[in-house]
T-cell receptor
Framework: IAGITQAPTSQILAAGRRMTLRCTQD?????MYWYRQDLGLGLRLIHY???????GKGEVPDGYSVSRANTDDFPLTLASAVPSQTSVYFC???????????????FGPGTRLTVL | GQNIDQPTEMTATEGAIVQINCTYQ??????LFWYQQHAGEAPTFLSY??LDGLEEKGRFSSFLSRSKGYSYLLLKELQMKDSASYLC??????????WGAGTKLIIKP
């Protein structure tokens, strides 16, 4: 079934630990995105990639890193987790970077992360 | 700064009509999306507007006025399954997507 998968579904993590959230899509979309969603704040962009081999910083990139070695995978790494990174993390993709008709974002099911 | 405003919460009755407003102040405009998000789930695409006017898609319609920085999502013949959050998002001049905080819609029987 075409779409985006994320792993893990949820995780409880001790502060200071390193964690990688996985994201894989099989739609051959060029652009991929990582968001965090916190109550009352809406979706905030962490990092994005318009095509394999390139990445860019979003609104809230500090404490996070990404890589885009191929079209399908876009992992997000927390080098040393802090409690303020407790959130729901969504990965998304679009056929191309930027906006436009037919370029709506497809979202993965999300990862609920708690940092203690 | 860039800003998108939506009501935090709205309540409506099953079978009725509800209008969810979105006003935006962004650096440029290259389109506006509406997404639906059920509790505990991912957002899903509802509509896209880039020109002024009304786009109708079944029970859902979306309106845009670029001169007023304003959009609304109109939901007709409300069903209980329409209980969800509705997110407005604007594409700015840098083709970045700016998200509103969402409107939680509660449907009562």
């Amino acid at each position: 079934i075409a779409g985006i998968t994320q792993a893990p579904t949820s995780q409880i993590l001790a502060a200071g630990r390193r964690m990688t959230l996985r994201c894989t899509q099989d739609m051959r979309h060029n652009a991929m995105y990582w968001y965090r969603q916190d109550l009352g704040l809406g979706l905030r962009l962490i990092h994005y990639s318009n095509t394999a081999g390139t990445t860019g910083k979003g609104e809230v990139p500090d404490g996070y890193s990404v890589s885009r070695a191929n079209t399908d995978d876009f992992p997000l790494t927390l080098a040393s987790a802090v409690p303020s990174q407790t959130s729901v993390y969504f990965c998304a993709s679009t056929p191309e970077g930027g906006g436009g008709a037919g370029n709506e974002q497809f979202f993965g099911p999300g990862t609920r992360l708690t940092v203690l | 700064g860039q800003n998108i405003d939506q009501p935090t919460e709205m309540t409506a009755t099953e079978g009725a009509i509800v209008q969810i407003n979105c006003t935006y102040q962004t650096s440029g405009f290259n389109g506006l999306f509406w997404y639906q998000q059920h509790a505990g789930e991912a957002p899903t695409f509802l509509s896209y507007n880039v020109l002024d006017g009304l786009e109708e898609k079944g029970r859902f319609s979306s309106f845009l006025s670029r001169s007023k920085g304003y959009s609304y999502l109109l939901l007709k013949e409300l069903q209980m399954k329409d209980s969800a959050s509705y997110l407005c998002a604007v594409i700015d001049s840098n083709y970045q997507l700016i998200w509103g905080a969402g409107t939680k819609l509660i449907i009562k029987p």
